[in-house]
């Protein structure tokens, strides 16, 4: 009965199951069960059997469904998670197993995602992050490039009536005195109204309030945040407290909000501006004119607006016909006035990054589509055990995902790092250079990119990649052949990488050879051996006039030239070379100047009569200034040849007169002497005419205006640094309340004006040079792999005869076959973009043959070099082994 | 291995092969349960590992003239069930008396000897 029922008992377990039944029963028969009960009960029992099978098979098939459904595949997250962490497992072996592709793939990754990291936080933080004002677009600068008087701006105030307020500012510094001695400190000076345009009151205490910009109520100071912490400890009594700026003391009554920009670099307070009518500069130009435009008012009414106003100013003050008209008087929102001059440098930067990302991203898809294809043969297996398509596509995005994601880590720490290196290298006249910082965004912007690039990277390879992964292991051959489209999307990618590389290059050597001549204009002077500082002694100087002025410099000079190792040491209002100072119109002896004549500015440079020799000018004609130039005598100058160019361009202008505005206009000045032009204003900037005057004349117009500063120059018989100590010394003991202002030698003034362009070639020569070595690296990985997937047919051209340097130019042939599409790409593409780059350029055009051609040669030379090695190892190839091969 | 939801006829199963009862028949009897429910629990038990079976020695077995019985003991892991279950059911402990026969210990042979010399 147990064996008619075993037939009933899950196959598996049948014969224990019967084998127990049958020992039980069998056993219970032999103890001879004694009454029918017991037997009966034993014949029950036999027959239960029957019943006890079928459940035995039932609970069987449960116990089978509850394993089959823990192994698998659930659409559920614990599924998922684990399928997840399987693919993480199994990519990081791969890659372990192949160090030198992760290590390439990484570097790459992390090349591009570091430098676009890098260069997108500094682009955002000072050209695209607006500044942290309430509506920032409504505050602008009013003819920004324009100094307006006080009294214009009072003007303005009352009769402009689009703005909800105006303030003056001028970018301004004073001596900070302490007990143990003082600090040039920087800060603005500012109208009343300027922190209602910013938007922004003092975060303790209170801001300058209407009326505190007159004479006698302005002795006021606030403080920045910075500043209060570092100098004060961030003791809030300090408001109320008296502190001492240029030897007058100034109320301290507020501190303002931290990181506010108060449109001047290391502001460490804000001073007000003196706008009474009866201070000396009321009517001169020299402050800048910001203001918040009312609420609802665009910028072309506040044009307009502006436009209204100084045609009226030319009927009732007698301005001229041109002043103020549509295309210079402007109104620009303050952040686009800050950063006009950077902005298109940073987009070029901007540009030039995400090209090398360009390259960078097509370089690893090469690699992973380079690795995919060699992994053919284990993907087919793969596929043929069973494996999912699906799957096999998931395993090889989390493969390049993982790439992506330790090269993005890598990328980011790069970037920390060099965004501070950048910094470091940017000139400091950059704006907003404080500002800049690796934020949160970018830090998302980067982890996005790291996202989009595993996936974009590891797409394309694994969707070539699945069609042949299941044909070639039917076939039976190793996938030698490459299909069509395959070849031609790599060889695509390499194209595309020598194209962007070769745009890179060629802006980064335009950028160089303008550089080169920035580096070699003649700056009219002989700057090696010079050291320069300056000094901005306080207000009470002025006390003694002219007079008082010339003799505290004197002392100055004196004490500097007496120093062993310095030749001679001179002042000049200005320094060369860094921009600056003050120009105005003159009236030139025995000239009409016709009405509505365009303005010519000349420039004011007053000079001790030995400064033309110190800083080594060259005189052309006549004479230089010396010590028979007095106050009293006749009032001579020496001018530069841009002045003779425009005023004199026919006679002899030695013994001309002209009387100068900017002086006073009354007295005629008689030109004694004509020297070079020197660049005042920039090495790349045309010299404009300048008069160079002697302190002794023009120290009165000076002090008449207030400006005590004036810039040390001396020539040094011996390395200017080795003297800068005993010149701090010397100054600090001739005049101890006035700090010294940048100590320096006059070749890293003019280097610093360079600075600008200075980083941004570097930059782009760093980019360029990291799209050609990952072009490169692109490059050498296709032609290898091309060599290898040719081996049989190598083999047999060998077998058959072939030379081996036939072999060697039949490898070459292929990488300069790329190298001709690239390169002709390249060019074109660079030259599109040519006028992208022109503005950053000086005395090179974007189209310099020069570079072109050295382009040309450099990707010669690199496409040889990348391609060699494969070559050389076809060259070699034994057809033994690669008919073998399969 | 699957967690099993102790009953009172497991527990009772259980308790039984704690108890001495080892072999299947046996347990029916002494459990009072209804005998289709025998099997199944011991079953659910071994699947569990609260329980294992063996065999009995073949050789004894076919001496005896009979086929090997099965026989179920407790393990490790289902000691401490077992104490669950007799806190549960506090009753079980005396439902199954304890003088149930030991299980066959198989017995060494005897060497042969080769008589006296």
Redesign the interface.
């Known amino acids: 009965m147990v064996a008619i029922a075993s037939r009933l008992a899950p196959r598996d377990h049948r014969r ?1 199951w019967s ?2 039944w ?7 028969w ?1 103890r001879r069960p004694a009454d029918l009960r017991a037997r009966l009960r034993l014949l ?2 036999a027959m ?1 059997s029957f ?2 099978a079928v ?2 098979r039932w ?1 069987d098939r449960q ?1 089978q469904r ?1 394993i089959q459904r823990s192994v698998q595949s659930l659409p559920g997250k614990r599924n998922m998670l684990s399928d997840l962490f399987d693919d993480i497992r199994y990519g990081v072996r791969s890659l372990v197993r192949t160090p030198g592709f992760a290590l390439v793939a990484v570097f790459t990754i992390a090349l591009g995602i570091g430098s676009t990291t890098t260069i997108f936080s500094i682009v955002d933080s000072i050209v695209w992050r607006p500044m942290s004002y309430p509506d920032p677009d409504n505050v602008v600068a009013v003819w920004p490039g324009r100094s307006f008087s006080p009294r214009e701006v009072v003007r303005l105030e009352n009769e402009l009536s689009t703005f909800s307020s105006i303030a003056a500012y001028v970018e301004d510094g004073q001596a900070y005195i302490r007990e143990d001695g003082a600090d040039y400190l920087f800060g603005p000076s500012v109208s009343a109204q300027f922190f209602d345009v910013l938007g922004r009151q003092a975060a303790l205490g209170r801001s300058f309030r209407k009326g505190e910009d007159k004479i006698g109520a302005n002795d006021l100071a606030m403080l920045s945040h910075d500043f209060w912490q570092r100098e004060f400890g961030g003791d809030s009594s300090i408001i109320g407290r008296r502190i001492l700026l240029d030897k007058q003391a100034h109320t301290v009554i507020g501190v303002m909000p931290r990181g506010l920009d108060v449109l001047q670099r290391d502001a460490s307070f804000v001073k007000p501006l003196t706008m009474s009518p009866e201070s000396p500069n009321y009517t001169g130009n020299w402050v800048n004119v910001v203001g918040r435009l009312a609420p609802g008012v665009t910028i072309e009414q506040a044009r307009e607006d502006l436009r209204i106003v100084f045609d009226s100013w030319k009927e009732r003050f007698g301005y001229s016909e041109t002043f103020g008209n549509a295309a210079t008087a402007t109104i620009t929102p303050i952040h686009k006035a800050i950063t006009e001059n950077i902005r298109s440098s940073m987009m070029l930067l901007m540009g030039a990054v995400v090209l090398t990302l360009l390259v960078a991203t097509s370089n690893l898809a090469n690699l992973l589509l380079n690795r995919a294809v060699t992994r053919e043969q284990e993907l087919a297996v793969r596929g043929a055990l069973g494996a999912r398509p699906a799957r096999i596509l998931r395993q090889l995005l989390t493969e390049s995902t993982i790439i992506a994601a330790a090269g993005g880590a890598l990328g980011v720490g790069l970037s920390i790092w060099s965004v501070r290196a950048i910094v470091a290298i940017l000139p400091e006249s950059t704006p907003r250079l404080e500002y800049v910082t690796l934020d949160g965004r970018v830090l998302l912007f980067s982890f996005a990119l790291v996202l989009i690039t595993g996936w974009l990277a590891g797409l394309f390879p694994g969707l070539q990649m699945l069609r042949p992964a299941f044909t070639s292991l039917h076939s039976g051959t190793r996938g030698s052949s490459e299909s069509k489209t395959r070849r031609a999307f790599r060889s695509g990618l390499v194209v595309t990488e020598l194209a962007l590389s070769v745009v890179l290059l060629v802006g980064s050597g335009v950028l160089l050879r303008s550089f080169r001549a920035m580096n070699e204009v003649e700056t009219g002077m002989q700057p090696e051996s010079v050291l320069t500082f300056g000094l901005s002694p306080t207000g009470d100087i002025n006390a003694g006039g002219a007079a008082g002025l010339n003799q505290y410099y004197d002392r100055v000079l004196n004490a500097v030239a007496a120093l062993p190792g310095v030749q001679s040491a001179d002042a000049i209002h200005v320094l060369p070379v860094s921009g600056g100072g003050w120009n105005s119109g003159i009236n030139v002896d025995g000239r009409e100047t016709p009405p509505g004549a365009p303005y010519v500015g000349v420039w004011w440079r007053p000079v001790t009569d030995g400064y033309l020799e110190t800083v080594g000018m060259h005189l052309v004609a006549g004479r230089t200034l010396d010590a028979s130039d007095t106050e009293s005598s006749p009032w001579v100058t020496v001018i530069n040849q841009a002045m003779v160019r425009q005023f004199w361009p026919n006679e002899n202008p030695i013994g001309q007169r002209f009387q100068y505005n900017m002086e006073g206009g009354q007295i005629w000045i008689t030109v004694v002497g004509i020297v070079q032009d020197v660049t005042h204003l920039g090495l790349t900037t045309t010299t404009p005419p300048t008069v160079y005057r002697p302190f002794s004349q023009s120290a009165a117009r000076l002090s008449q205006i207030n400006v005590t500063s004036r810039w040390i120059v001396a020539r040094t018989t011996v390395d200017p640094r080795s003297v800068m100590e005993s010149v701090r010394q010397a100054v600090a003991a001739t005049v101890p309340e006035t700090p010294i202002i940048n100590l320096r030698p006059m070749s890293a003034v003019i280097q610093r004006s360079l600075a600008d362009p200075r980083a941004l070639t570097i930059l782009l020569t760093l980019f360029a040079g990291a799209a050609v070595v990952l072009g490169a690296v692109g490059l050498y990985g296709v032609v290898t792999y091309t060599v290898r997937q040719r081996t049989r047919e190598l083999g047999i051209r060998i077998a058959l005869g072939a030379k081996g340097s036939d072999v060697l130019h039949s490898v070459m042939r292929q990488g300069l076959a790329y190298a001709a599409i690239g390169l002709p790409l390249g060019l074109l593409g660079a030259w599109a973009g040519s006028r992208t780059i022109s503005q950053a350029l000086f005395n090179v055009s974007p189209t310099d043959v020069v570079t072109y051609v050295s382009v040309s040669i450099v990707l010669f030379v690199v496409v040889v070099l990348a391609t060699i090695a494969p070559a050389v190892s076809a060259k070699r190839t034994d057809p033994m082994i690669s008919l073998r091969a399969e | 291995m699957p967690s099993i939801r102790l009953t009172y006829s497991t527990g009772i199963v259980l308790q039984a092969v704690a108890a001495g009862y080892r072999y299947g028949f046996d347990i029916m009897d002494v459990s009072g349960l209804p005998d289709g429910t025998v099997y199944p629990a011991l079953r659910r038990l071994e699947r569990s590992g609260l329980l294992e079976s063996t065999w009995e020695d073949q050789d004894l077995a076919h001496a005896e003239g009979r086929p090997p019985r099965r026989y179920y003991g407790i393990t490790q892991a289902g000691l401490p069930r077992l104490e669950e279950v007799r806190n549960r059911f506090r009753g079980l402990a005396h439902l199954i008396p304890r003088t149930a026969p030991p299980p066959p210990t198989p017995t060494p042979t005897p060497p042969i000897s080769l008589g006296d010399q």
């Open positions: 224990a084998a127990e049958t020992a039980e029963i069998d056993a219970t032999r029950r029992r239960l019943v006890d459940r035995f609970e116990e509850r």
